[in-house]
Structure formats: structure tokens, C-alpha cells
């Protein structure tokens, strides 16, 4: 019994796909085949995966029903989180979306999942990915205040819904954590932010996030050992369609 983890699959069966990445990006082409035929190989039925976010492109559930379908058949215990273009999925409404799909698929928002001992803590996340001011060899100059302002607000929503989901994890005996963003911990000019610094403050052994997909944004946040927590990338081009396995 494994957990697995992957973001950023951006299904479109019913949606009309704009992306320019995914239209062009070698990575992106038969992306769903790759991806099925991977986790076949990779993933039991006694198994977990965990997708956290950026699921469909579609604007609302009907436009989602074939994408959330081929998420359900995939083999495994599927969690599903939030991310930043999941528009069928309202934060208010997520026991609606459980109601209507589990056992097949359980969303996860402002609660938590298990795997063996450990509690699952995931939330959408937010950081300020600008607009950065640059001069002619590329250094940031500055950035967009008004927007950073707004971005915080966002940050500090999110870091209650995760302290939320700690607390109940918490409350019910669980002292190994795992957490699950969709947006990355720390943008391209912090070092560490709340989000880090609440894995720290719970001992969440790993941070798992998505979002930073195409080359360009690899290297955007945190990879690997960092304060004592290890910080996984799970973009699905980013990991070549194949699920990170987080747990043996």
C-alpha cells in the first residue's frame, strides 16, 4: 500500500483547451493516455493518489463530468484538492461534490484525509507571482504593490483553512502530517513563507505542490530537504505523467 501524488492534469474531454502549452508542448501531447497507461503500471487498488489540483478546464461540473469519470476509473483511492482553474468546484459547496461522488472520489477542503498513521492536510494555497518589474538583464526591480496587497489576502485565507485542517487532524491524535498545496510554498523572492513555516509549526514531514508547470517555472519554489521537511514538485509535466510516490 503506496501513496501517490500528482497536480496540474488539465483535462478537457467537454472544455474547449486555450492553453498555449498544452496545445503546442510535446509534453502535453496524448498527456491522458500517458498518464492512464503510467498509473496502471505504478498503482494498485490498495494505493492512494492524491491529485492536487488543476484538475479540468472546464467552467462548471457538466462541462467536468467526462474529466472527474476518468479520474474515478483510475485505479487507486483518488483525493482531490483544489487548484487555481477548478472552477466547477466551489470551497463553500465541497460537501455537495463529496455527497455526489464518493467512495469513487473525496474532495478534500478544510478537513483532512488518512494514509496508515499519517493525517492528509492539503488547501489550494496562493502566492504572489507578480507582475515583477525587471531591468535589462533580467533582475527584478520591482513589482506590482496594489496586486501584492491583494495576494496577501489570499495567503492569509488559505493559511486558515490549513491551520483548520491541522487542528482537526491534530484534535483527533495525529501527530504525522503530510501537506498537499496546489500553489507553490514560496514564490521566486521568499526564502520561506506561512505556508512553510505552518508545515514547520505542525512537523508535516513533506510539502507536496503542483502549479509551476512548463520548464520555465521548474525552479520557481522549493525542491527537496529544506528546514527539515522535504518539498516534492508533482506537476504532471514536470513529472513526465508518472506519479510521485510520497509513501511506501
Not at 503500471?41 to 457538466?62: F, R
Not at 483553512?161 to 504525522?176: P, V
Not at 517555472?217 to 528546514?227: P, T, V
Request: net charge negative; hydrophobic share 35%; proline share 3%.
Amino acid at each position: 500500500m503506496s501513496l501517490f501524488a500528482i497536480g496540474d492534469l488539465h483535462l478537457h474531454y467537454q472544455s474547449v483547451l486555450k492553453a498555449p502549452g498544452q496545445l503546442h508542448e510535446r509534453v502535453w501531447k496524448n498527456h491522458e493516455e500517458k498518464f492512464r497507461s503510467n498509473c496502471a503500471k505504478q498503482i494498485t487498488e490498495e494505493d492512494t493518489l492524491v491529485l492536487v489540483g488543476d484538475h479540468s478546464w472546464g467552467k462548471n461540473l457538466p462541462e467536468c463530468e467526462q474529466d472527474l469519470q476518468y479520474i474515478c476509473d483510475l485505479p487507486g483511492r483518488k483525493i482531490l484538492t483544489r487548484g487555481n482553474h477548478d472552477m466547477f468546484w466551489d470551497a463553500k459547496k465541497t460537501a455537495q461534490l463529496n455527497k455526489l461522488y464518493q467512495p469513487r472520489l473525496t474532495f478534500l477542503q478544510d478537513s483532512y484525509e488518512t494514509y496508515r498513521d499519517y493525517a492528509l492536510v492539503g488547501t489550494k494555497g496562493f502566492t504572489f507571482e507578480g507582475p515583477f518589474y525587471l531591468d535589462r538583464r533580467g533582475r527584478i526591480v520591482g513589482w506590482d504593490e496594489e496586486a501584492e496587497v491583494h495576494a496577501r489576502k489570499l495567503v492569509d485565507r488559505e493559511l486558515q483553512r490549513l491551520r483548520k485542517s491541522f487542528e482537526l487532524a491534530k484534535a483527533d491524535g495525529y501527530q504525522k502530517f503530510i501537506m498537499f498545496l496546489h500553489y507553490p510554498p514560496t514564490n521566486i523572492l521568499e526564502e520561506r513563507s506561512g505556508f512553510t513555516d505552518m508545515a514547520e509549526e505542525y512537523g508535516a514531514s513533506q510539502v507536496i505542490y503542483a502549479h509551476c508547470h512548463g520548464e520555465s517555472r521548474f525552479h520557481d519554489s522549493i525542491q527537496g530537504e529544506y528546514r527539515g521537511r522535504t518539498y516534492h514538485l508533482v506537476s504532471g509535466d514536470y513529472l513526465r505523467w508518472k506519479p510521485l510516490r510520497v509513501v511506501e
